[in-house]
């Protein structure tokens, strides 16, 4: 099944509500193979539910109407933004570790 939140985006309201349904069936019968002990995978079904709750959330963000805002702020966030070098910080530290061993050095 899908995993992410972008591959339910372009869905309408009836596609989010049959995948949810099916999504109810799959993890019904993962329990129940889980209880009987025919299956082991723990992981499949914490999938399934992730996936259920996204698109629930989906469904009530078309109620609300507030759907296309959401997908925009989804875009957004996921526009890469730079990052600070790592080094910058560790210079600016070992610069200062060094600036105090001299004041007190100086100091003496």
Avoid: W, Y
Wanted: charged share 40%; proline share 2%; glycine share 6%.
């Amino acid at each position: 099944m899908a995993g992410r939140m972008e591959d339910f985006l372009p869905m309408n309201r009836n596609e989010l509500e049959i995948q949810a349904h099916e999504l109810g069936e799959q993890i019904f019968r993962l329990r129940f193979q889980l209880t009987t002990g025919q299956s082991e995978s723990v992981k499949k079904l914490r999938e399934a539910r992730r996936d259920l709750a996204r698109i629930k959330t989906l469904v009530r963000q078309h109620e609300l109407g507030i759907h296309a805002a959401a997908a925009k702020e989804g875009e957004a966030a996921h526009a890469k933004k730079p990052k600070k070098a790592a080094s910058d910080k560790r210079g600016a530290k070992k610069h200062s570790v060094k600036e105090s061993k001299e004041a007190k050095d100086s100091k003496e």
